[in-house]
């Protein structure tokens, strides 16, 4: 090989990405949906057409990337990406995180915190929206409210799909927005943070978490021995950390009898939690031994209290506007996590970051629907050229006050709702 052959070799390798830098598996066509099929949905749940501008058909896009296990494997995941057609000067980028899933597999059709996702792209955004690992068709299992695996899989979907842009053919225009709800706006400030501490060349628009449980050692660590209407988020919680960060040889050590035999399936394989939800207590930390419930209290170098640290998300100056939603009477996730971070973020230096209350008495799932409506006027408020974010529109306030009076005489039941997904 002569060296002139030997030189350009070299140069023309170090300009092509490595395998490593390569996320994208496969892609395949989930659904196509059009404008005047949006528009019929609207119509049958009542809803006017303003309430989710339809301007563009949309596909969505069941992907397979590749992420990293927590102890930094390569491992596939997998997640949607909604596509609008057409749009001529470029779409926002949207990565938005789904409240709790538990089940494996995909639906045939679009359902719940989706419908969020497919009105956005149908005003313009691509939006992308993650499994995490260990649902969908992903490997492994899921690490619930792992901040650091949350937001990998975020990351990690966002660099996937825009390899996927230019083979079909979407421009965007520069802007990245995060949001998500319930464990999904968790995952959204972890993602925010994730990409503010090691990827620099990512630009974060604007972020829009949405009833996440930021602070999971103060406001969090009390609902363990208070009466709780989720009490499977507990069992689910230390399966995770159990698997990252290796508290006790095996998690069944933590329960009390009968708990020690029916946790562990929940916290390896992931049931549906309908199956066991009638069979654990009320107040979830009654279903612990004792001497790990005084550990938990009395010892700060616990293992769990030293996991549960590593995981808060309210500490931190994000340098991108941040607006934390949330609702009064959230049964779920108390409105204390958004006080708090709120409060240390002002503190830590972050001038952009906003409260922003979508209901009074609004319950967990009805509060998803109001935020998301605020979520997206304070979106759209960056589209119209503001630098740091407004409230939106007249139109879209009043849109959201109708949308708030609808609920208000609803009278259908949010826990059973809510479960299978938040």
Not at 13 to 34: D, G, M, N
Not at 250 to 268: C, E, N, Q, R
Not at 370 to 390: E, I
Request: proline share 5%; aromatic share 12%.
């Amino acid at each position: 090989m002569s060296r002139s052959f030997l030189i350009a070799a070299i140069l023309l390798s170090s300009c092509l990405p490595s395998f490593a830098q390569k996320h994208l598996v496969s892609y395949t066509l989930y659904q196509t949906t059009t404008k005047k099929e949006f528009q019929e949905m609207l119509k049958k749940r009542h809803l006017p057409k303003a309430s989710a501008p339809a301007k563009y058909d949309v596909d969505v896009y069941d992907v397979i990337y590749y992420t990293k296990w927590h102890d930094g494997s390569t491992i596939k995941a997998s997640g949607l990406y909604f596509v609008p057609r057409g749009v001529k000067k470029g779409s926002p980028e949207l990565v938005y995180n789904h409240g709790t899933r538990v089940g494996k597999g995909r639906h045939k059709h679009l359902g719940g915190e989706e419908y969020f996702c497919l009105a956005m792209a149908m005003d313009g955004y691509a939006v992308a929206l993650p499994d995490y690992i260990g649902l969908g068709h992903g490997d492994k299992f899921h690490l619930y409210q792992v901040a650091e695996s949350l937001g990998q899989a975020s990351v990690d979907m966002l660099l996937t799909v825009r390899e996927m842009d230019d083979s079909l053919h979407i421009k965007t225009n520069g802007q990245l927005f995060l949001s998500g709800y319930s464990e999904g706006g968790y995952a959204a400030l972890a993602t925010d943070k994730l990409i503010q501490d090691k990827y620099p060349n990512i630009h974060v628009t604007a972020a829009s978490p949405m009833s996440g449980a930021y602070d999971m050692t103060g406001v969090e660590g009390q609902v363990m021995f208070k009466s709780y209407t989720e009490p499977h988020y507990l069992p689910y919680l230390l399966g995770s950390y159990n698997e990252v960060y290796h508290m006790v040889p095996d998690v069944k050590m933590l329960y009390k009898h009968p708990y020690d035999s029916l946790i562990p399936p929940l916290a390896s394989q992931k049931p549906n939690l309908d199956d066991i939800i009638d069979f654990l207590p009320p107040i979830p930390g009654n279903m612990l031994k004792d001497t790990f419930v005084n550990m938990y209290l009395h010892d700060p170098n616990f293992p769990l209290i030293e996991a549960v640290k590593k995981n808060n998300l309210y500490d931190w100056k994000p340098e991108n506007p941040v607006q934390l939603c949330y609702c009064d009477s959230d049964e779920q996730v108390t409105p204390l996590n958004a006080f708090v971070a709120y409060k240390q973020m002002k503190i830590d230096g972050a001038k952009h970051v906003t409260l922003r209350r979508a209901g009074k008495d609004f319950h967990h799932n009805r509060c998803a629907l109001v935020a998301m409506l605020y979520t997206k006027m304070y979106f759209d408020s960056f589209r119209h050229g503001h630098k740091y974010g407004a409230k939106g529109s007249a139109g879209s306030r009043i849109m959201a006050d109708i949308a708030k009076m609808i609920l208000s005489h609803q009278k259908k039941d949010d826990h059973h709702e809510h479960r299978h997904r938040s």
